[in-house]
């Protein structure tokens, strides 16, 4: 391994005014040009909810199947989403998922004529099955199409979520600091964990030495802040054997310089393969800003019912907004010990003491917050895959608070990416959704479809480590105008 990385937390002040400003205007003027005639589908496999968090106006699959594919190819907008859930996916399962999906959009790309690009949007923070699911991609597109990919794209930037990468190193900003990735509880995950922050070396670890730092390709800030459009595509031009091309950016502006380069690069011929956070799929999909959503654009079927409110995830921040929201006058709260998962008999009676006391709540106009025992389940060293399976248990319980519920609340909440795909997939039966935009910064808002268990409800998808401290407590605020 090369030992590039000596990453240091760094002033968000020092580093951010040091940055040549540019013409936004002038940039989005030639993004528009760029993307008018790109004519390729983009297909974003979104390995949670949550990656719908810069995006409106989009359709959510939530399977599949080559039908919601083809129904995916067929519509006006250049992009769409798969949902595929797989972060609470073993490695075996996200391998089948991801040659079917493969598979089934190579088929249904030959059958209409039409070309695509496939994003697989992950985690901001780099956790996540990779690099699994872009090699499967690669491999299985590779095979049953006439597609060479010459290199992947590695973009993790999302400016809502303070993850900014400057000189190669990835960085997540916490108040007046940036701290280098792998030094945050992000890369202590017990199953997605690494201990590099250099983009570079992240993959040369994750890959286990299969790509090294040395060879892969790096877009500089000072590049992309000089406009260097012609020299960044040249780069992009000599991209081989599926090498890396890792994106600095701390702004939107940086994304769009870089995607003009990049369209210019397809257009001569050149393919990639893209692991990114939220903010590409914006970008390269041409979706515009709006404000965030209010209530009345939220609640569209008013009720005597209360909200629910459903916290599964376990990183600090969910905890710290946990406990603030608990200040709160006007919540119910309802702790759900899912540690009784190892004794399935009191594990069934607690799952059925909260469904009745949250149904109970609701009718009687109360918004009720049910959320997970804080305290994460050990099994100790070795033990990745058993605590897995056994959050897949926890979490189909938390699921099945929804899917139980004879009463419809006046809007749902989920906090935690594998906690809100569950809910909305298999508690809310939701087939296609509309993104409707965001009810805070990063915080994306489905209205669910016809065929949903609650048709047209406002099921707002609340990431696990997204917000400030009072982020979840004024977003239910909002919604209990």
């Not at 809910?423 to 409707?436: D, F, H, M, N, S």
């Amino acid at each position: 391994m090369t030992t590039i990385d000596s990453a240091q937390k760094r002033s968000a002040q020092e580093v951010l005014g040091n940055i040549k400003e540019v013409d936004a205007t002038v940039v989005k003027d030639m993004l528009v040009s760029e993307l008018r005639d790109l004519n390729k589908k983009i297909i974003v496999l979104d390995d949670d909810p949550t990656g719908v968090q810069t995006v409106h106006g989009i359709s959510v699959y939530t399977d599949w199947s080559v039908d919601s594919i083809e129904k995916g190819f067929q519509e006006e907008n250049s992009m769409f989403f798969l949902l595929t859930n797989s972060r609470g996916f073993t490695a075996a399962k996200t391998d089948k998922a991801h040659t079917e999906i493969a598979n089934n959009i190579a088929h249904v790309a030959k059958k209409l004529d039409k070309d695509f690009i496939i994003i697989s949007r992950g985690d901001s923070t780099l956790r996540g099955h990779y690099p699994l699911e872009t090699e499967v991609l690669k491999s299985t597109i590779e095979a049953s199409s006439g597609i060479q990919y010459d290199g992947e794209v590695i973009l993790p930037f999302f400016k809502e979520g303070g993850r900014l990468t400057v000189d190669n190193i990835h960085y997540v900003q916490y108040e007046e600091d940036l701290v280098p990735a792998g030094e945050t509880e992000f890369a202590k995950d017990r199953t997605f964990g690494y201990t590099k922050s250099h983009l570079g070396e992240w993959v040369e670890e994750k890959t286990e030495g299969r790509f090294n730092a040395v060879n892969a390709t790096y877009i500089s800030l000072n590049s992309l802040r000089a406009l260097d459009i012609e020299g960044i595509k040249e780069q992009l031009l000599q991209v081989r054997d599926f090498n890396k091309v890792v994106v600095n950016a701390v702004d939107y502006v940086d994304v769009e310089i870089f995607v003009i380069a990049l369209v210019k690069a397809m257009k001569a011929g050149k393919q990639f393969m893209y692991r990114s956070a939220a903010a590409l799929t914006k970008v390269i999909g041409g979706v515009s800003d709006k404000a965030l959503l209010t209530r009345d654009e939220l609640i569209r079927e008013e009720t005597n019912h209360g909200g629910l409110i459903l916290v599964g995830s376990h990183v600090k921040k969910t905890t710290e907004q946990l406990e603030e929201l608990k200040t709160s006058d006007f919540i119910e709260f309802i702790e759900f010990d899912c540690h009784l998962v190892l004794q399935p008999d009191k594990f069934q009676t607690e799952i059925d003491r909260v469904i009745e006391s949250a149904e109970t709540l609701i009718r009687e106009g109360k918004t009720v917050t049910i959320y997970t025992r804080r305290e994460r389940l050990d099994l100790g060293e070795g033990k990745k895959e058993e605590e897995l399976k056994l959050s897949v248990k926890i979490s189909d319980a938390v699921t099945s608070f929804v899917q139980r519920l004879s009463v419809r609340p006046n809007y749902i909440v989920a906090k935690g990416g594998i906690t809100s795909s569950d809910i909305g997939t298999k508690g809310l039966e939701v087939k296609r959704a509309t993104v409707a935009g965001q009810i805070q910064p990063g915080i994306p808002v489905w209205i669910t479809g016809e065929e949903s268990k609650f048709p047209g409800i406002a099921y707002i998808i609340f990431p696990g480590n997204v917000g400030a401290v009072t982020t979840l407590k004024d977003t239910v605020a909002i919604l209990n105008k």
